[in-house]
């Protein structure tokens, strides 16, 4: 299928390894924020979320880190498999507009 | 649960045609959203309902589209006339509530317009 991830910034991983993916958003107001995985030919589908009155949160294999000093978020998918490859936008939502805005996006290719 | 369907999955159409989109979210999800979702870039909220109420249509272009959900469950969005420039996945997308509440992604319709 044709892909989402032209013109993406990449980061190219090996099997096995953790992965981290970085986002900077820009709405100091803004308080929920989510992680979004998007395969080719597919829908954004939800991986963790996070609220503002957090810094940390846990799923399986995944970890979701929030700086609201610089307005950093961050993913970390440890032992990253094949399966993992996809385009991955981190999106806010929150202040006077309540909309959800997204990323980016970043590319990560798993190297087998 | 299922997913979030929409249909059709695939649309090829010359400019000035017009086209229509359906969409019919999660069960039980009041706020239902359209994105646009140009290639390489992040999803773009066109509009967004609660039951069957406009919230926000702040960035629908509204001199050719235009969007309804009539009964507070399933929504339609229509382009007239289509333009080069709308070629693009169109994402529907719902949660539970406006707030706080994760959005729920179908796998969208996508869009050529020539």
């Known amino acids: 299928g044709e892909s989402v991830g032209l013109h993406l910034p990449t980061l190219s991983v090996q099997e096995g390894d953790n992965s981290i993916i970085n986002c900077a958003y820009s709405n100091s107001a803004s308080d929920y924020f989510i992680w979004y995985k998007q395969e080719s030919g597919k829908g954004p589908q939800f991986i963790i979320d996070i609220r503002s009155n957090m810094d940390k949160r846990q799923g399986q294999r995944v970890t979701v880190l929030l700086n609201k000093t610089v307005k950093h978020l961050s993913l970390q998918i440890a032992a990253t498999q094949p399966g993992d490859s996809a385009v991955y936008f981190c999106?806010?939502?929150?202040?006077?507009?309540?909309?959800?805005?997204f990323g980016t996006g970043t590319l990560l290719a798993v190297q087998p | 649960e299922a997913g979030v369907a929409q249909s059709p999955r695939y649309k090829i159409i010359e400019k000035r045609q017009s086209v229509a989109f359906w969409c019919n979210p999660i069960s039980g999800h009041a706020t239902l959203y359209w994105y646009q979702q140009i290639l390489g870039q992040g999803p773009k909220l066109l509009i967004q309902f609660q039951n069957n109420g406009v919230v926000d249509d702040s960035q629908l272009p509204k001199d050719r589209f235009s969007a309804e959900r009539l009964k507070g469950v399933d929504s339609t969005l229509k382009i007239q006339p289509a333009k080069l420039e709308d070629s693009a996945v169109y994402l529907c997308?719902?949660?539970?509530?406006?707030?706080?509440?994760?959005?729920?992604f179908g796998n969208g319709t996508r869009l050529t317009v020539t």
């Open positions: 997308a719902s949660s539970l509530g406006p707030h706080g509440s994760p959005l729920h």
């Open positions: 999106a806010e939502k929150g202040g006077a507009t309540n909309k959800l805005i």
